[in-house]
């Protein structure tokens, strides 16, 4: 397996890659501190299997270089490792398609479990950032009429099927794994999230992985014990 680390702090990447060759004896590791050499790298290993990447170092701009990079190499799954630590930075991130995002602040026991669900084909989000933006107090005030909001959502409103895909969602599942735990086709899963979507009236991915994870995710922590 190939991994790209993108970092411009040689720290960060040596640190990433002794918990990565702890989880995966067979891996293969290449290091780039800009995005020139990363997008270098990228352009000569085309079979690179995932890329970590900092948000910010030199020739690569936050959410303008996660959408450069995601446009030029969409085949390579990302996941971003960052000091940002709000859930803007989290949900942007989902919204340009990566598949995990590690705030640089986890503890080593997150860090190994997160690229331990990466490595092995599932995503990971950081659920408490995620779920702390459900905490923070409104700035505006509460409109007249009542409006959606996500405790509010009735999931009766979902078949079945519909429940068990987003609920699997919640708990990091790929569409890839989801489809594998179903038996179902990749293209069959997208169109149960669509559905579900639809009804929850949830218009992006983003708001989608925020809601599923606020929903199922508890359950699956209680789970996994």
């Known amino acids: 397996m190939k991994v790209l680390i993108a970092d411009d702090h040689w720290v960060v990447r040596q640190s990433l890659k002794q918990v990565m060759r702890r989880l995966h004896?067979?891996?293969?590791?290449?290091?780039?501190?800009?995005?020139?050499?990363?997008?270098?790298?990228?352009?000569?290993?085309?079979?690179?299997?995932?890329?970590?990447?900092?948000?910010?170092?030199?020739?690569f701009d936050e959410f303008s270089g996660l959408r450069r990079l995601r446009s030029t190499f969409p085949d390579v799954p990302v996941v971003v490792v960052s000091v940002h630590e709000d859930v803007d930075h989290v949900l942007k991130s989902l919204e340009q398609g990566v598949i995990g995002y590690i705030p640089k602040s986890s503890g080593g026991l997150e860090i190994e479990r997160a690229l331990e669900r990466v490595l092995a084909g599932e995503v990971s989000f950081p659920r408490k950032i995620i779920e702390r933006s459900n905490a923070q107090p409104s700035a505006k005030p509460a409109p007249a009429e009542p409006t959606l909001q996500e405790p509010e959502r009735d999931l009766d409103v979902l078949t079945a099927r519909e429940r068990d895909v987003f609920g699997l969602l919640g708990r990091g599942y790929s569409v890839k794994r989801i489809a594998e735990e179903f038996d179902l086709s990749s293209q069959t899963v997208r169109v149960h999230l669509g559905n579900a979507m639809r009804k929850l009236n949830i218009r992006d991915r983003?708001?989608?992985?925020?809601?599923?994870?606020?929903?199922?995710?508890?359950?699956?922590?209680?789970?996994?014990?």
Not at 31 to 50: K, M, N, P, V
Not at 213 to 223: K, L, N, V
């Open 206 to 225: 983003s708001t989608a992985v925020h809601y599923a994870i606020s929903r199922f995710g508890e359950a699956a922590t209680s789970e996994r014990g």
């Open 25 to 59: 004896q067979s891996l293969e590791t290449f290091e780039a501190e800009t995005f020139d050499e990363a997008e270098a790298l990228l352009r000569e290993h085309s079979d690179i299997d995932l890329m970590l990447v900092d948000l910010v170092m030199p020739g």
